[in-house]
């Protein structure tokens, strides 16, 4: 029989994405706040992979990533999920925009093997964590291939500049297990 134990803590990363350069800030610095310091984060990226999200949000989106400077317990991400979802309601509320969604923020962490997120859609990929949310290996990482996606990626996960952001990520994570010993 196997012995039961704790997971490795992970880093914790959110995607935030808008058509409003402002609400990514504010954005930014609501998770700063009330996650704490990051240690990285990436370029704005053009999401234009996709039409899903314009009706609702809106045309000329732009994403960006941040990365914190502290490990988290991966069990946490179903909780964190349900929060940015309310964050992204408090960000709405301002009624400054005309969108009826005004902002997405996807938390999700990355160990050295790979890029999970969370969702709030099932899908035969996905495994259920509680609460209504569900999570998924969006990437692997390959020694051979670095970052390698799965039939289900995402288009925009599949972009070579997530994937040189997400080697700085593994990077830092690293040296962070490193040195916790």
């Known amino acids: 029989m196997g012995q039961v134990g704790s997971p490795q803590p992970v880093l914790l990363i959110a995607a935030v994405f808008s058509r409003h350069r402002e609400v990514i800030a504010q954005a ?3 998770l700063e706040e009330r996650l ?3 240690a990285l984060q990436s370029e704005l ?3 234009d992979q996709t039409d899903y999200y314009t009706a609702s949000m ?4 732009q994403k960006q990533f941040f990365a914190f400077r502290e490990l988290i317990d991966p069990g946490k991400l179903a909780s964190l999920k349900l929060q940015t979802n309310r964050w992204e309601e408090e960000l709405a509320a301002s009624g400054r925009y005309e969108e009826s969604r005004v902002v997405n923020i996807d938390p ?3 160990n050295l093997s790979k890029l999970v997120l969370a969702s709030t859609k099932d899908h035969a990929h996905r495994i ?5 949310i569900y999570a998924e290996v969006t990437l692997h990482y390959r020694r051979e291939s670095g970052w390698t996606p799965w039939p289900w990626t995402y288009p925009d996960y599949r972009r070579r500049e997530y994937h040189a952001f997400f080697d700085r990520c593994r ?3 690293r040296q962070r297990v490193q040195r916790r010993g």
């Open 28 to 30: 930014k610095a609501l």
């Open 36 to 38: 704490g310091p990051l």
């Open 45 to 47: 990226f053009a999401f």
């Open 58 to 61: 809106g045309s000329g989106l």
């Open 171 to 173: 990077q830092y994570y």
């Open 128 to 132: 259920y964590l509680g609460e209504g």
């Open 108 to 110: 999700g962490y990355l």
